[in-house]
């Protein structure tokens, strides 16, 4: 069910929306500016970490993977030992796999970093040569689109998007929540739960207008 009749009515929506929070709030701060932890991270005034580790499904619905690379790139710029995990198939709270806990990933850190600590690694990993008890592997063939070779996995661009979008309820995952995503508890209101912040995707609905506006809601015709 589409939230607009029309692309106009989105785009007045969303132009409303962004000139409120551009004009700041009671303090005079844009709202959307306070919550991007790039603002602050390697900041004059911010105390930067000894270590960082960022952990994010790699089918999340709700932020783009860039955003978790944008944030480990600013990290490492900081002086910041920063880790990065995509973990396959996980979702908006993936789980910890493959040995890499937390409580392992502290302790190895805490191994190089605090003097006359001892040092701790992970156990080297074991070639699995058999799918269980099964007879034939299971589980989803995705050989059509991803390959294996030398200890790496290799896929397009084009198929990771395909991959992401699968079972999310966005046409594009983490571009922009349009309506009703998490963001509103922060950026909206009691009267008004839906809201656009992205200054940026703005932009693009009102230079593309003419061609955008030929695909609204063009699923329900």
């Keep these: ?45 911010t105390e930067s970490p000894t270590w960082t580790r960022i952990v994010m499904g790699a089918s999340e619905g709700d932020m783009s993977l860039f955003a978790s690379m944008n944030m480990q790139i600013a990290w490492l710029n900081s002086g910041t030992d920063a880790e990065l995990e995509w973990q396959w198939d996980g979702g908006h709270v993936p789980s910890e796999i493959f040995g890499e806990s937390l409580a392992l990933y502290i302790d190895e850190m805490y191994g190089k970093y605090v003097e006359g600590a001892a040092e701790a690694t992970k156990a080297e990993a ?11 592997a299971t589980g989803t063939d995705i050989s059509s689109w991803a390959s294996y070779e030398d200890g ?52 693009v609905l009102q230079e593309e207008k003419e061609t955008l506006e030929g695909l609204f809601n063009s699923n329900n015709d």
Excluded: C, W
Aim: aromatic content about 12%; overall charge negative.
């Design 1 to 45: 069910m589409p939230n607009y009749s029309s692309y106009e009515e989105m785009l007045e929506s969303y132009e409303s929306d962004i000139e409120s929070i551009e004009d700041g709030d009671k303090y005079g701060n844009n709202i959307v500016d306070l919550y991007n932890p790039i603002n602050y991270i390697g900041a004059e005034d």
């Design 126 to 136: 074991q070639t699995q040569t058999q799918n269980g008890a099964a007879t034939e």
């Design 152 to 203: 790496e996995v290799n896929f397009t661009l084009a198929d990771a998007a395909s991959y992401r979008i699968k079972g999310a309820s966005k046409a594009t995952p983490g571009f922009d929540v349009i309506d009703y995503g998490q963001e509103t508890y922060e950026f909206g209101s009691t009267t008004q739960d839906a809201r656009h912040f992205d200054r940026y995707v703005l932009k």
